[in-house]
C-alpha cells in the first residue's frame, strides 16, 4: 500500500492482510478494519477469503483523505496500516440507496430511486452463458433490482445443480456450515457488482427455504457466522439490499422468530453502509411485524394491489411487493397470470404510492424459467415496465402520494391515484368513464398539461378538454361523499380499460 | 266473506274492513288481523288503505281451513271473522325465500335459491311504459332478484319527478310524513308481484339517502311509523326481501345507529314469513356489524371479490355483493367497469361461496340508466351472468364452500375455487396455466367428468386429461404448503384467462 492509492466514492477500497493461521479461520479468527477521516472512525469487519487471505472492504461516502488500521488476536493481521485517498463519484454513481421521504427512496447523493425490481433467485448459480445472458435482458431498462439468492434453490423447475456449492458438500450431500466455498462467494459478489455497472440494486436473498443442502437446518451460532461472513464480504457493494428472507414464514419450524430479530441486528453490526433491509413471507398473514424500526421497507407478496395505500397505512414506510404474481403459464398461480393482469398490477403499485416487482414464468422444455434462473425474457410486460419506470423517473420528486392521503381528495380505491409535487396520476385499472374530472385541478387548467397514457399501447396522448359537466361530489343528507365536486374541467376518454389520466404543470 | 273462501299456499289472502274512523287513520288507527289454524295463531298487522278501508294481508304456510278475527280500538273494526281455505301452492311457487346450510338461501319448500341479483333502484317510479320494458328486459333469465328502493331517487342523472310521490306533497315540495299516498303504495306492490311472478326477489330498499323530498329528516316516530306501515302492506309478498338501506352510513347524522338497531326489531314484529333482512353501506369501514343476530345475511358493497371468502369467515352468513361496480361508461368509479370485469367478478363471488350482484350504468342522452330507471339492458354482462346462473343452478344442493373453508384443500386466495357435493368449480381468473391439477380428484379420474367453461364465450368442453406430472405441493424445512399433493390427474388448458374446470361426479 502507499499513499497515493485512489478509490472513488462509493467504490470498494479492500484492504488485505495475509496470515498462516492454523485451525479454520472461518470459525476462529477475527479481522477489523479502522477506517478513519479526521476524528472519524468507523469500525468494519474483515473476512477470510480461502488461501491465507483476509480482507476488510470499505466503500468511502466522503472524499478526501482516509486511513485504515486493522485490529485482531491474530498478531500478523493486527495494526496493520494503509492511508488512501477518496476522489469524487464516478460518472452515474449515486451511493447507497436509503429510504426518503417516509415512503419512498433515494440514492445517497439525493438522486431519486425508484424500485422496478425483477427476480431471478437463483441465476447466479446457473451455467455462466447464462447468466450472460441474463445480463444482456436486463438491459431492457425495465428493471433497477434484482431479487437473488445466495443459495441456490431447489424447487419444482430447479432440480440443476449450481454452478458452484456455496459450502463444501458432505457425503451425505448437505453443506458443511464450517467450511464456505471462497470462489463461490466471490462469484456471488462479482455479480453483484456488474449488476451495479448496470445501475440494479442487487436484493441480496440471505435465507431460504427451497433448500437440499440443509441450509434451512443450521444452527444459530451457524447461522449468525454465515451472515457475519456475508455482511463483512458484501455490504461495500453499494448496490446491496438485504433481504432476510423469501417466505421466512415457512422455516419458523427450524429458525424460530427470535432469530429473525437478531439476524436484523447482526446486519446493522457489519453495515456501516446502512442498505435496505426487509423480510419476505409467504402468506400475508404470517407477515413480519415491518414496524420494527430496524426494517426499512415492508417487502409484501400479495396479489391485492389495491391494497397498496393500506399497507402504507399499517407500516409507515415504503411498500414494495415482490411478488404480485408473475407473467406466465405454469401450474401454481403465483406463477400463471397474463401479463396484462401484472401491468395493471404495477401500475396500481406504483399509483398507490408503492413499488412492485415482476419475475416470468413461462413452462419451457428445460425448465428456463426467469423467475429462478434468469436467462431470455419472453413475455409482454417488461417493455411495459420500463415504460412506466420512463414516466416515473422523467417526473420524480419527492415520490407519489395516493389520494387516499390527499387531504380532500376522497378516492374511490379501486383507482391508482397519486401526486408528486405538480404531477398527478389517475390510472383508471378496469374504469373506462367516457369523461373524467376527480383530482384534476380546480382552476380553468390553462397552465397545466392533460395526457392520456395508454399502459398497454404505450402510447401518450394530449387530452381533448371537456366542460366538468357531472358533479362528483354528492350531497345526502348532511355529508357530502365522492370526492372533490370543483373540478374546473375534465377531460375526454376513448373508453377503454388500463388508462392512466397525467395532469402537470406546464413547464416554461 | 264466505267459507269457501280459496287461496293457494304462500299467495296472499287480503282480509277487508270498512270504517268511517274521524282523524287521520294512518297515526290513529290500529287493526290486527289474527290468522289461526288449530291451536296455532299468528297475529298479523293491518293497515289503511284510504277511502275507510283497513287491510289484514297473510301468506299461509299450510294447507287447510284457516280462519282470521280482526282486533282493533275501533268497534267497526274489532272482532270480524272469515274463514278460508289453503289449497297446495301454485306451479312454481316455492315459497318466501330463508338462510339455509348457514352461508346460502331456499325457498320454504326446500328448493334452493341462489340470488342472482341485479339493480334498478327507481324502476317503479318511472313512467308506466319504462316499467314495461324494464319487466320485459328481465325476462333475459339472468337475475333473479332486484334491488328496489321505495322512495324515489335523486341523485345524478337521476332529476326527473316520480310517477307517483309516495307521501303527499306540502307547499315547499317535502313530503307530509303524515299523508301516505294509497296510491303510490299500491303502485308499489303491485310491481312487486310482478316480479313475483317472474321468480324475482324484490329486494325492497327502506331507507336512501338520495333525497329531495326530505323522508330523510323524518323523526324516530315518523320513520317507525312509515316502517311498520310498510312491513303490514307487504310482508305478505312471498319475493319480499328486506333492505334496511342502501348506504345507511351516509344518513348516520339524521338516523343514529340505535334507529337502524331498532327498524330491524319492528319488521320481526311485523313479518311473521321471516324475509330476509340486510342492511347496505356505502364505505366498508362503515359497514352494520353483519354478525348481530336479527341480520339474515350480510349486504356488502366492494369490488374487492377475493375478499368474499374472509367476509363469509367474518360474518359467519351469506354473503349478497350487492353492488362490486357497475357495468358502464359514467364517470363515477362504482360506474364505469367494463363487461368483463362485471363477468369475472359474479364468478369470483360465486365460487368463493358468496352472491353476487349487477348493474348498468350507461351513458344516454335521455339519462336512462338500467342501475335507477330500469328499461332496456345495453351491456355484454346480463347474458353471461344467466349463463353462469344456468351453471349454478341445474347443480345446486346445499351451496358452494370455499377451498379456503374445505379441509385440506389450500387454495390460493386469487382463484374462486368451490365444492357443493360432487361438483367442484375451479375459476381461474387471471391465472392461464397451461395445465391444472389442484383440487381434482385424487383417484384416476374414470368417475369423474371434467369440463373447461369459458366464461365469456359461454362454451363448455370436456376437458383433455393429462398426467399429473407437476407437484402441487412443496415441502420446505419441515413444512408442506402449496396445496395437496395427490391429485391423481390433471387437465389441459387452452392458456387463456377466464376459464372455469367444472368436475362433476358422472351421473348414471
Not at 82 to 98: D, I, K, L, Q, S
Not at 102 to 117: E, I, L, N, S, V
Not at 383 to 388: K, S
Not at 486 to 502: I, M, Q, S, T, Y
Amino acid at each position: 500500500m502507499n499513499a497515493t492509492t485512489q478509490v472513488a466514492k462509493w467504490d470498494i477500497f479492500e484492504f488485505e492482510a495475509k496470515a498462516d493461521v492454523p485451525g479454520n479461520p472461518y470459525l476462529d479468527t477475527e479481522i477489523w478494519g479502522v477506517f478513519s477521516q479526521g476524528n472519524r472512525q468507523i469500525r468494519v469487519p474483515g473476512f477470510y477469503d480461502g488461501d491465507g487471505s483476509f480482507k476488510v472492504r470499505f466503500s468511502p461516502d466522503q472524499t478526501g483523505n482516509w486511513s485504515v488500521t486493522t485490529q485482531s488476536d491474530v498478531a500478523d493481521l493486527d495494526g496493520k496500516t494503509a492511508n488512501f485517498t477518496v476522489t469524487e463519484a464516478r460518472e452515474g454513481v449515486h451511493g447507497p440507496v436509503g429510504v426518503r421521504n417516509k415512503f419512498h427512496f433515494a440514492y445517497a447523493d439525493g438522486t431519486p430511486y425508484a424500485p422496478f425490481t425483477t427476480t431471478c433467485y437463483a441465476w447466479t448459480h446457473q451455467p455462466v452463458e447464462m447468466q450472460e445472458q441474463t445480463l444482456k435482458s436486463l438491459e431492457c431498462g425495465a428493471f433497477n433490482k434484482m431479487r437473488m439468492c445466495v443459495f441456490p434453490k431447489h424447487y419444482p423447475y430447479n432440480q440443476n445443480d449450481p454452478l458452484h456449492d456455496v459450502y463444501a458438500v458432505k457425503p451425505d450431500g448437505k453443506y458443511d456450515p464450517d467450511q464456505p466455498n471462497f470462489e463461490a462467494f466471490q462469484h456471488f459478489e462479482n455479480q453483484i457488482a456488474r449488476l451495479g455497472a448496470l445501475g440494479i440494486e442487487a436484493d441480496v436473498i440471505i435465507f431460504h427455504p427451497y433448500d437440499r443442502w440443509g441450509h434451512c437446518r443450521w444452527t444459530e451460532e451457524q447461522d449468525y457466522r454465515y451472515l457475519r461472513y456475508l455482511v463483512a464480504r458484501i455490504a461495500a457493494y453499494r448496490n446491496v439490499w438485504w433481504s432476510l428472507a423469501n417466505e421466512y414464514d415457512f422455516m419458523l419450524d427450524v429458525k424460530p422468530m427470535s432469530r429473525w430479530h437478531r439476524f436484523f441486528s447482526i446486519i446493522e453490526e457489519g453495515d456501516p453502509s446502512r442498505h435496505p433491509k426487509s423480510i419476505h413471507q409467504g402468506y400475508i398473514e404470517n407477515s413480519y411485524d415491518h414496524r420494527k424500526p430496524w426494517v426499512a421497507h415492508a417487502s409484501i407478496q400479495h396479489f391485492q394491489t389495491t391494497d397498496t395505500a393500506k399497507w402504507r397505512a399499517d407500516y409507515g414506510k415504503p411498500i414494495v411487493n415482490d411478488e404480485m404474481h408473475y407473467e406466465g403459464d405454469i401450474v401454481q398461480c403465483w406463477g400463471s397470470i397474463t401479463a396484462e393482469t401484472l401491468v395493471h398490477r404495477f401500475w396500481m403499485t406504483v399509483m398507490k404510492g408503492g413499488y412492485a416487482g415482476h419475475g416470468e414464468t413461462y413452462s419451457h422444455p428445460q425448465d428456463l424459467l426467469w423467475w429462478a434462473k434468469g436467462g431470455e425474457l419472453r413475455g409482454q410486460s417488461a417493455e411495459r415496465i420500463a415504460f412506466l419506470r420512463g414516466i416515473v423517473e422523467e417526473d420524480a420528486t419527492n415520490g407519489l402520494t395516493p389520494f387516499e392521503e390527499i387531504d380532500g381528495l376522497q378516492a374511490w380505491p379501486s383507482l391508482g391515484a397519486a401526486r408528486d409535487g405538480d404531477v398527478t396520476y389517475i390510472y383508471l385499472a378496469e374504469h373506462r368513464p367516457l369523461t373524467w374530472t376527480l383530482g384534476l385541478p380546480q382552476d380553468d387548467g390553462t397552465n397545466w398539461e392533460v395526457d392520456i397514457i395508454d399502459t398497454w399501447n404505450m402510447t401518450i396522448t394530449p387530452a381533448k378538454r371537456v366542460e366538468a359537466h357531472v358533479p362528483v361530489a354528492i350531497k345526502h343528507a348532511e355529508k357530502t361523499v365522492g370526492g372533490k365536486a370543483d373540478a374546473g374541467f375534465g377531460v375526454e376518454l376513448p373508453g377503454k380499460p388500463n388508462l392512466c389520466v397525467r395532469v402537470r404543470r406546464k413547464r416554461a
